[in-house]
């Protein structure tokens, strides 16, 4: 059992820091259990995961892990016993976290992070999971608030900064995204997830070239992802290089014909750009025949342009 093998550790003895910085032999020792995690050799990793909570006792990440691989291989109520059982004999703020992490009664929940966070107000950990509580209650403010707390206190915190430009996105306010999203994409830069993210806020406040540089990086890595080829499309065509844009939305109906969503800014750049009516007509109609969701508006797009009475 997990409380058997902590038996006698400190808590806080283990990391050089308090958002889990390990080692690098301990950091390639974690990355082996979880690649045999992905190669379903839970019980391998499982082996690896206790044998650095022993050296890492206090290594919220370790426990996630550990945590999630029991869970994985079937023993949800066996590893929430343990966490339970750690929790009452510890008392430490680290035990308390990973209990509640487990624990699906939500006052409950919230009463054991609170009590952690009282235990030791200096662990990021303990904010992180208070604001993803605020999370499960749309309180994205809050969220943010107590995500931002949480990175500070790491210095750096990678997590916590991404799940504060997340709700930021979730409240619409593109130019706070940013500002996380810059700091987390400095240690985590081939995160292609977040650099789309960053890509279509800079879009949306209107910061067009800055993110057409970054669609561009995230088709580096990813030269197959429709949307961010689409994305880099607009910013194009949001600087006048209409040709460039159209080059980058065929490219997309070439490699997906039944996709919808390329004719739609095809027949824009058509329409508002190029002032050639019967192309954009014809890039609607197709946007249409392959059952695009604007069908309504592009419609009325159509009936325009040729003439037609609704």
Same mark, same amino acid.
């Given at each position: 059992m997990l409380l058997a093998f902590l038996a006698g550790c400190n808590l806080f003895g283990g990391a050089s820091s308090r958002v889990d910085t390990l080692a690098p032999e301990a950091q390639d020792r974690f990355d082996l259990a979880r690649r045999l995690v992905a190669e379903r050799k839970e019980s391998e990793a499982v082996e690896i995961l206790r044998s650095l909570l022993i050296e890492y006792p206090d290594s919220v990440r370790l426990h996630r892990e550990y945590q999630d691989v029991r869970i994985r291989m079937g023993e949800?109520?066996?590893?929430?016993?343990?966490?339970?059982? !750690?929790?009452?004999?510890?008392?430490?703020?680290?035990?308390? %976290?990973?209990?509640?992490?487990?624990?699906? &009664?939500?006052?409950?929940?919230?009463?054991?992070?609170?009590?952690a966070i009282e235990r030791d107000r200096s662990l990021p950990w303990g904010y992180f999971a208070r604001a993803f509580e605020f999370v499960r209650e749309s309180k994205f403010g809050e969220a943010r608030d107590e995500f931002h707390r949480a990175a500070r206190l790491g210095n750096p915190f990678p997590e916590a900064q991404?799940?504060?430009?997340?709700?930021? %996105?979730?409240?619409?306010? =593109?130019?706070a995204a940013i500002d996380d999203l810059e700091v987390y994409l400095e240690s985590r830069p081939n995160d292609v997830a977040a650099r789309f993210d960053m890509a279509a806020s800079l879009?949306?406040?209107?910061?067009?070239?800055?993110?057409?540089?970054?669609?561009?990086?995230? !088709?580096?890595?990813?030269?197959? &992802?429709?949307?961010?080829?689409i994305g880099l499309g607009n910013a194009l065509l949001r600087q006048g290089k209409v040709d460039e844009?159209?080059?980058? =939305?065929?490219?997309?109906?070439?490699?997906?014909?039944?996709?919808?969503?390329?004719?739609?800014?095809?027949?824009?750049?058509?329409?508002?750009?190029?002032? &050639?009516?019967?192309s954009a007509v014809g890039a609607y109609q197709k946007f249409l025949d392959l059952g695009g969701k604007e069908s309504l508006r592009v419609s009325r797009w159509i009936q325009r342009l040729t003439g037609q009475k609704p």
């Open positions: 949800e109520d066996a590893v929430r016993a343990e966490y339970q059982a !750690l929790s009452r004999s510890r008392e430490d703020a680290v035990s308390m %976290l990973m209990a509640a992490r487990l624990e699906e &009664d939500a006052p409950r929940r919230r009463s054991q992070i609170e009590a991404l799940a504060a430009a997340e709700s930021s %996105l979730r409240l619409g306010d =593109y130019a879009a949306s406040v209107g910061r067009v070239a800055e993110s057409q540089v970054e669609f561009a990086r995230v !088709l580096e890595a990813e030269p197959r &992802d429709k949307d961010a080829r844009a159209l080059a980058e =939305y065929e490219e997309v109906a070439r490699e997906d014909p039944t996709n919808p969503d390329p004719y739609y800014n095809i027949g824009i750049a058509y329409e508002g750009y190029k002032g &050639d009516s019967a």
